[in-house]
């Protein structure tokens, strides 16, 4: 059996600061120039997780990570899973901020998109005679 004291707190660097779930496309680069387009999962001050269709950079590569409204935010890859990985940022980013940039680009996305249904995408309904059904 492990015992915790309630009374003494944990080092500020154990601590992990609370994670924001969000979903968003975003840029990621590294000094080499390799870049690659990454899926933002969750966001904190001072971290990202990501994802990518590609092969993730390495653990401990120097990155710059490009956000929706242009603002960029350098760190470096702490951890990678299969094509998940996770980003230490060098400096906070003020999550409020980034939400209004999101919800901005999601709305002007939403104004310049026109949707039409195409004859190919209706579903038709054809009439039943029910005199024409047999009882199976």
């Given amino acids: ?4 004291d309630p009374t003494v707190e944990p080092a500020a660097q154990d601590m992990r600061a609370p994670r924001q779930q969000r979903l968003f496309c975003a840029q990621l680069s590294e000094r080499s120039g390799i870049s690659w387009d990454i899926v933002i999962r969750n966001v904190s001050e001072k971290g990202v997780g990501a994802s990518t269709k590609e092969t993730p950079p390495k653990v401990g590569t120097d990155v710059t990570l490009t956000l929706p409204d242009g603002a960029t935010a350098c760190g470096a890859v702490r951890w ?4 998940s990985f996770g ?3 060098a400096q906070s980013i003020d999550l409020s901020m980034l939400t209004t940039a999101i919800q901005r680009k999601n709305e002007t996305q939403v104004d310049e998109s026109q949707w039409e249904v195409s ?13 024409r059904l047999r009882k199976i």
Avoid: C, G
């Fill in 1 to 4: 059996m492990t015992y915790v």
């Fill in 80 to 83: 990678v899973n299969n094509k």
């Fill in 87 to 89: 980003i230490e940022l």
């Fill in 119 to 131: 004859r190919l995408q209706k579903i038709i309904t054809v009439p039943i005679d029910p005199s």
